[in-house]
Every structure is written in structure tokens, then in C-alpha cells.
């Protein structure tokens, strides 16, 4: 069990909304949500049973943990002001994939990372069970609360250290928001010609579905690229004559796949 | 009900194994299986109960309709040869996504296209039931022939003609092939660090099921590039600086992204 029976969140985005839910369903007292805009605090505050406020002055200061989830630009700002109200002797961790757990450093006595590796939407629920957490602190024993705190609402509970998390962040915008984008244009190119994208759903979960359950993706990789199929290749192209982008994308993404299959 | 009780593949790769199994097991008589390869014949065919054989002209003259599974680029001079076996009155449709059916034209009376917007492997099962089927053919007797044989195996059959078909397969490529190219990256980075690629797996589903569940791929882009976070990128950059492949792309998808959210 982790010492930490209490939580206040810097932060009401995506990412402290499904957290702040997880903790509460799992017993930990949210005591504050503070967010400088109000309104998204207190949305976030009634669900969870917490006070809201959009003044660090006002935030619960006997929280056991406070828990950054704003983005990575203001972490440093707002642990400054975070440190005059609350000392430091205080325990924080952030949820940042890219920032260093030494951030905190000169603030805090105890820090780390508590960092969900996951697309989290408001509006979606998602199995947080199966999120894989990310942890790192500064001493063993922030580390095993942290990692006791995330078992709580994970199975998939990890300490990785700041190098390794940035290596896996790098990893997901490839394996996440790049593909995101494919699938972007790719609903692009049907819409043009008023083509239903329903069509292309049973394909984009099993091109997933195939690696998640365990198929190597380069062993898998399918397409004309992998086959030189040098007249397909041709006629998608000048399918794409009118569509930028798309064709300058579709070149680059061929030619790679043909130099890492050499 | 589909007036084709029986057919024949010219082919036995992923499509045609997928195909020839599901009609099979939905009571449709799969008569011979060719494959210039003859170890691959023998395979589907005894798994479907068929005859196998490596010689056009052993296929079986009998079959209600001839489905030819094969590379796109040897499907005419297969149709020709098919052809003074079994007469221009046979019935026969192909698999792939780019080739027009009029490919079959001077050569059959009935011909048309027998689609499966999926990606297959032999050794991976699929819920053909959610296949969607693209059929189009030379006359209404023909298309709904196709439409009631697929409708036997899917749910999900569609009439679509030839134009945009190769629409839906341009797409295809970035929904399938560009995507997998992605993981296929993510997981060299992290390999790279000896960082387990397993952490990436739920952030893989949860990105493709989020679209498969009816987000717009447009509206649910996250990350660095659709922000505009400059700080964010330059670290990502300056990370890749010794993997080309991925920095390379990492800068052009990035410019494509922060274009296309302009």
C-alpha cells in the first residue's frame, strides 16, 4: 500500500481528469484542483469531490502529493509558486513524458514522474487498468510510493528513468500522433471522392490489432513499398497528382520503406 | 441466395486462404486450388477439401465462378490462359484493389471484382464476418451474384465501382501499409535503448480504436506538431540526430501536420 492517501492535481486537462477519476474510484482523498481558468477546474473538482480554485494560494497544502499534469512549459513556473505556499518539504510529481524529474529539484525535497503513457481524451473512457505508468523519483522511497500510488489504478506499473521515458515519448509520436495522421489523410483522400471512411475501420484495427498482439511490425510491414511494386507505386501516385501532400508523403513514406527493406 | 455453389482459386496467398476457407466453411464447394507453386496449393487445398494443382489446365472446368487471388500484374495473362481451358462463357472476379475488372473483358462474358478491404496473413485469424466486400461487375446478374456469394461470409458487402475502389486502396495504403511503416520506427527507437516496445501496445490500440469508434482522425490529432510546441520538436530532433530515417521523417510529418492544421 502506498503512504499516500491524498492528492491535489496542478492541472484539470485530459490527462489530470482520468487520473484524478482513477485515484478518487480507488480510494484516494482528491483534496484540489487547481487550473488557472476556473471553470475547468471546477468541472473536474465536482466530479471528483474536490475543491476547486485557479489560485495556487488556495490549493489543499496538506495533500500528500501534488501532481503536475499542465503542459511542459510552465512546470518550473508553477512548482516556484507551488514551493512559497506549500515548503519544501512538500512530495510532487508530474505526468510529463519529455520533462526531467530534476525540474523540481531546486523546490522540493521529494520529486518524480508519474507518467501515464497514453492518448487521453475528456470525453473517452479508456481501461487505465492496461495504461502503462512511468516512474522515476529521486530517492527509492519516492519511487515505491509512486509506483505503490499508480498499482492502485494500474497493472502495468514500471520505473523507467528520465532518458528511457524521452526514448518512449520520441516512440509515440510515431507509433501515436504520426499515425494519427495517416489515418487523417487517408480519410482526406476518400472524402475527395465522396467515399464512405467507414470502409477503411475494419483494416485500421486490424493493422493494429495485428502488433498489439504480438506480430513484429517490420516483419509484417505489407504494400507495394515492401514489393517494389514499382507500377502500383506509379498509379497511386498519379491518383494523387491533386493532392500534395498526400503525394509528397506517400513518396518519402515509399522510399523509406524501400531503403529499410534493402 | 447466390447461384454459385462452387468455385476455383487461381492463387493461394494470404487472400485467397482467408476466402477460400470462409466460403468453404459456409457450404460454398471449393473445387481446385492452382498455384504455380505446388506446395502452396496443396496446402489451401487440403485444408478446404479441394483439388491442388500447379497446371491451368487442370483446374476444374465446372466451377461456378474462378477467383483469381494473385499478384495484380499476372492476372490478364492468367485470364487468357484460363480462358482456352475453360471457355468464354465462364464466370470469373479478382481480389485486387487496383486492377479494373475490364482486365477479364476480352476474355469472359461475366466478370467482376470480389474486394476484401483487409489486410491477411495465413496464419492469423480474421472476423471475416466484418470484411467489408467491395463487388462490382459487368452487369446487374453479375454484381449480384458476387454481392449474395460475399454476403454468405460478411456483413459488410458494398457495391463499389472501379474508380473508387482504387480510391479506397490509395487510402488503404495509409491506413495499413504507412501505418505499420510508423510502428515499425517507433519500435526501432526504442530498441535502440534496449527500451521494451511492449509499453508502446495500449497507446497503439487506443490510437486506432479511438478513430474505429467514430472520432474524426482531424479532431483527435495530439502532439507536438499539431500544438505548434517548437521546444518540444527541437528535443525530439535533437534525440534523432543519429537515426536519419526517423528525423528525416519526423520533419516532414511534423511540417505536414502543423500545414494541414493551418
Chains 1, 2 share one sequence.
Request: aromatic fraction near 8%.
Amino acid at each position: 500500500m502506498s503512504r499516500i492517501k491524498s492528492v491535489s492535481f496542478i492541472g484539470s486537462g485530459n490527462v489530470a481528469t482520468h487520473l484524478a477519476k482513477a485515484l478518487a474510484n480507488s480510494g484516494i482523498n482528491v483534496k484540489s484542483i487547481y487550473s488557472r481558468n476556473i471553470v475547468h477546474a471546477k468541472l473536474l473538482g465536482d466530479l471528483v469531490g474536490a475543491k476547486s480554485t485557479d489560485k495556487i494560494s488556495e490549493i489543499a497544502v496538506d495533500s500528500d502529493l501534488f501532481i503536475f499534469s499542465i503542459n511542459d512549459s510552465v512546470i518550473g513556473d508553477l512548482a516556484k509558486k507551488l514551493k512559497e505556499k506549500v515548503g519544501y518539504d512538500a512530495f510532487v510529481a508530474h505526468t510529463s513524458g519529455m520533462v526531467a524529474s530534476e525540474i523540481f529539484k531546486e523546490y522540493f525535497n521529494d520529486f518524480g514522474v508519474f507518467y501515464p503513457l497514453q492518448t487521453f481524451k475528456k470525453s473517452r473512457n479508456i481501461d487505465i487498468n492496461e495504461v502503462p505508468f512511468l516512474i522515476a523519483g529521486n530517492s527509492n522511497t519516492v519511487e515505491n510510493n509512486l509506483f505503490e500510488l499508480a498499482s492502485m489504478i494500474s497493472d502495468n506499473v514500471h520505473f523507467i528513468d528520465d532518458a528511457k521515458r524521452k526514448v518512449l515519448h520520441v516512440a509515440a509520436v510515431f507509433a501515436n500522433n504520426f499515425t494519427n495522421f495517416m489515418y487523417s489523410i487517408s480519410d482526406d483522400i476518400v472524402q475527395k471522392e465522396n467515399v464512405d471512411f467507414q470502409l477503411l475501420k475494419p483494416l485500421i484495427k486490424e493493422t493494429a490489432m495485428k502488433i498489439v498482439d504480438g506480430q513484429n511490425p517490420k516483419e509484417v510491414q505489407t504494400g507495394p513499398a515492401v514489393r517494389n511494386d514499382i507500377s502500383t507505386i506509379n498509379a497511386h501516385l498519379s491518383y494523387l497528382e491533386n493532392n500534395a501532400t498526400a503525394k509528397q508523403l506517400y513518396q518519402i513514406l515509399t522510399k523509406s520503406i524501400v531503403e529499410a527493406n534493402k
